[in-house]
């Protein structure tokens, strides 16, 4: 579930030079523990997908465990 403004699902376009790199930081949270799928973003040019991340399974905690 999105937080602070964040939508469920977005595009948004991001210029990149070559050979960089860009973070974009967004808030959520599971409302229950257990494992849940990310779709990781895309990276296209001119509406062709060139990039993309690998699909990943998160493993949500009831609390953070911090060694």
């Given at each position: 579930m999105p937080m602070k403004m964040t939508r469920t699902m977005e595009s948004k376009a991001h210029s990149l030079a070559p050979y960089t790199t860009k973070r974009v930081q967004f808030s959520f949270y599971f409302p229950?523990?257990?494992?849940?799928?990310?779709?990781?973003?895309?990276?296209?040019?001119?509406?062709?997908?060139?990039?993309?991340?690998?699909?990943?399974?998160?493993?949500?905690?009831?609390?953070?465990?911090?060694?």
């Open positions: 229950s523990v257990g494992k849940k799928g990310h779709f990781p973003s895309n990276v296209s040019i001119d509406e062709s997908v060139t990039a993309r991340g690998e699909f990943n399974i998160l493993n949500v905690v009831s609390s953070r465990n911090i060694q």
